[in-house]
């Protein structure tokens, strides 16, 4: 059976968010599994943004809050982040095609 595209944005969503300890990259607030506020919800970061070459694969993504993510928007990733991708792609075991 394969997954639609939403329930494989969902499955990689929950994985990240839990492999990241629940916390936003991006501002470092915890990302709660029940929210209430739609600007807390978890949405799929590119650290390199699409915009500036990076890819759309697990090596360049991280769960961020849907408020951070907009804020970020296209600007070159901060150190925090680069590290924050770094830390979660070697958990999975990817090695990011450029950083």
């Known amino acids: ?53 990076g890819a759309n694969a697990i090596g360049n993504l991280l769960v961020a809050h849907a408020i951070c993510n907009v804020r970020k928007g296209s600007s070159i990733p901060t150190g925090c982040q680069i590290i924050w991708l770094l830390a979660i792609n070697n958990r999975l075991g990817v090695k990011p095609d450029r950083i």
């Open 1 to 53: 059976m394969r997954l639609s595209r939403v329930q494989a944005q969902r499955a990689i969503r929950r994985m990240l968010r839990r492999l990241q300890d629940e916390l936003c990259p991006i501002c470092g607030g915890h990302m709660p599994l029940r929210h209430e506020n739609k600007h807390l919800y978890p949405t799929l970061d590119h650290v390199i943004p699409r915009s500036l070459g």
